[in-house]
């Protein structure tokens, strides 16, 4: 198995791939993910300010703010896509190296995605698609293509309960449905072991059928013990799953309550009353 | 949403098995229309002497289609590569020259797709476009370098890269097929058992997926252009070897057929999904096609036309069973002589429940 596959791979190697902290500063730290500082500017706009933010090791963060909040930016920067304009953060108490961190160190570090629409190739069968990026290999780059469907099906009927439908790791994407590919999505990343499990939006497009499917895998994720981010225009559904709400406006975090101080009603209240007092400041 | 199983959907599930038994049928139809020329082992091996130049440029655009790609230059690289080794082997006085003229006109035509690639990927010109311009610049180019002459070096078949590349295997059988049939079988490794292979499916496929699971999109398609750009040179000295002259417009036929055989063959223009095997069958097919119709003595006028029917036949063949729907096509045949008032996009409207009742 060559160099690459190893690191990547959970199974073969110790927790931490990067040569991370000590036994004891990974028992001392508490959170997945912790964000200090962060500011993100694009040219002279302001799209995140001032973040700081703590996601506990097993803490389920529902995100919500509006269009244009700055969800996507974090989001963007937490997973590698591209880099703070300044500040820093840190992965299971480990600081991330901002001048080379993209999203395969993302992925080394325990962050995993799971987008929208953007998670599986959709023409591609499951097995390809749970490895793709982080392919077991043989020598000179050749797929193990035996073991991989192996895992594949292992994670599928033990991670994500597909039991008795058919469903292989031959199988092409385009067999499941909407609900279940996101399920494909948070099995993979329940697999390689995330730190923290970033859903954008991953209800957006789905019917209410589906969306109660993908609801069920995120508790798989808490029961999993893993962290998440949780991000929704659903404020039913971060509620119903969410250990936390992180509220965000004009590239800020507003507020940042326990789903324990507050009832569905009071929380949309509360959004409610906010974006109603945002509009009679601009009006005065 | 069930799909009723026809016995004949297990079919698809052979890599071009579609397209070979189109071949076959093919050469069934000539071995009785045209018995003289196609129950001889001739025609055959004409066939293996030139078929492996189109088919190996059909190989390597195989996997430019699967990435959802397009390189129209590669004519001009068989060109270029022509030259690149006629003009070393004639100018160079060393009995390795042939060997340095193969592997020098191999760099060239990595050079060409390393352009086109660069263009592609970091300057983000559509490929159509970037290698439209390069066909039409590396062709000017070995015009100018050969100021339009061709070169003749018939002294090459006494050299071992002539023996080696298209000598006649026992006395018979052209080299070039077993090279080409090689590439065939590395390339089909290389498309569906590496790493490389997975990262062309998933960006042909859809390259946002591929970028946000960590996939080098840019660097991958740099890569497979300058795959392609050698792929291409090679047919390049296949060709130029066998027939022992450059002349500058050699490749030019090749552009039309290569992308004929990938299509028949069952690539997908939509990318994310590709056929070496089914590219394998196509190209013999296209290339068989004339000789046939010609051994069968229709009158020459009706080439182009049968060409296009097969053509059009084997790629409905191959979207119907690609799709898992040779059932319902099936069934629509049976369909096809009661005139019900099914309607043709298969919505069902209320008096076709009424009468099913």
């Given amino acids: 198995m060559n160099k690459h596959a190893n690191d990547l791979h959970p199974e073969t190697n110790a927790p931490s791939p990067q040569g991370g902290p000590t036994v004891v500063e990974a028992a001392a730290e508490r959170h997945a993910v912790r964000m200090v500082n962060i500011e993100k500017y694009f040219g002279l706009v302001c799209a995140l300010k001032n973040i700081n933010l703590q996601v506990g090791r097993n803490e389920i963060i529902g995100l919500i703010g509006d269009n244009g ?29 901002l001048r080379t961190y993209n999203v395969k160190r993302a992925h080394a570090h325990g962050v995993e995605t799971v987008y929208q629409d953007r998670s599986l190739g959709e023409k591609q069968v499951l097995w390809r698609n749970f490895f793709i990026g982080r392919e077991i290999t043989l020598p000179f780059g050749f797929l193990n293509v035996k073991k991989e469907k192996e895992i594949a099906n292992e994670i599928m009927v033990n991670t994500i309960g597909f039991r008795g439908k058919g469903i292989t790791a031959d199988s092409g994407v385009k067999l499941l449905s909407g ?44 029961d999993g013990g893993k962290a998440c981010i949780y991000i929704s225009h659903d404020i039913q559904d971060v509620y119903e799953i969410s250990d936390r709400f992180v509220i965000m406006d004009r590239g800020e975090i507003v507020a940042s309550i326990a789903k324990k101080e507050v009832t569905l009603k009071a929380l949309d209240d509360f959004l409610l009353e906010y974006s109603h007092g945002l509009k009679d400041k601009e009006g005065s | 949403m069930k799909r009723s199983i026809s016995p004949l959907t297990f079919l698809g599930k052979i890599e071009g098995l579609p397209v070979a038994a189109v071949l076959a049928v093919l050469y069934g139809v000539f071995i009785i229309t045209a018995p003289m020329v196609f129950s001889g082992y001739r025609i055959y091996m004409s066939f293996l002497q030139t078929v492996p130049p189109v088919l190996v440029c059909a190989l390597g655009l195989t996997l430019v289609i699967t990435a959802g790609e397009i390189d129209l230059s590669f004519p001009a690289v068989v060109a270029l590569s022509g030259f690149i080794f006629a003009w070393v082997f004639k100018h160079v006085n060393t009995p390795w020259a042939p060997w340095a003229g193969f592997v020098l006109a191999l760099a060239g035509g990595a050079l060409v797709g390393y352009i086109n690639g660069l263009l592609v990927a970091r300057i983000h010109v559509p490929s159509i476009m970037a290698t439209l311009a390069a066909q039409f610049f590396w062709y000017g180019a070995t015009v100018l370098l050969a100021n339009g002459l061709q070169l003749n070096i018939k002294e090459v078949i006494d050299t071992t890269v002539h023996t080696i590349f298209v000598g006649r295997i026992g006395g018979i059988v052209p080299a ?68 022992n002259v450059f002349y500058p417009t050699q490749g030019g036929g090749f552009l039309l057929p290569a992308m004929a055989s990938v299509f028949v063959g069952g690539t997908s223009i939509a990318g994310g999904l590709g056929s070496i095997v089914g590219t394998f069958f196509g190209a013999y097919i296209i290339g068989s096609l004339e000789a046939g119709i010609v051994a069968t003595t229709i009158s020459g006028y009706w080439v182009q036309m049968i060409v296009g029917i097969v053509m059009g036949a084997s790629i409905v063949l191959n979207v119907a069973i690609s799709e898992g729907r040779i059932g319902m096509i099936s069934n629509r045949i049976r369909h096809w002589g009661v005139p019900a008032h099914s309607n043709t996009t298969g919505e069902v409207s209320p008096k076709d429940v009424a009468a099913s009742k």
Avoid: C
Avoid at chain 1, 69 to 97: C, H, N, R, W
Avoid at chain 2, 192 to 213: W, Y
């Fill in chain 1, 69 to 97: 909040a700055g969800k996507s930016t974090m989001v963007k920067i937490l997973t590698g896509v591209f880099p703070p304009t300044s500040g820093e953060f840190y992965i299971a108490g480990q600081k991330v190296d």
């Fill in chain 2, 176 to 243: 070039q097929a077993f090279w080409a049939l090689g590439l065939a079988v590395f390339l089909w490794f290389i498309l569906n058992r590496h790493k490389f292979g997975e990262e062309i499916m998933f960006i042909g496929d859809n390259a946002e997926v591929a970028r946000v699971m960590g996939i080098n999109v840019e660097a991958t398609r740099i890569k497979l252009f300058t795959v392609n750009g050698v792929i291409a040179a090679f047919a390049g000295l296949l060709l130029t070897l066998e027939i």
């Fill in chain 1, 179 to 222: 609900g279940e590919r996101q399920g494909v999505a948070i099995g993979r990343a329940m697999y390689f072991e995330a730190e923290l499990i970033i859903l954008d939006e991953p209800t957006a497009a789905l019917s209410l059928k589906e969306v109660r499917k993908v609801l069920n895998f995120v508790h798989k994720i808490k």
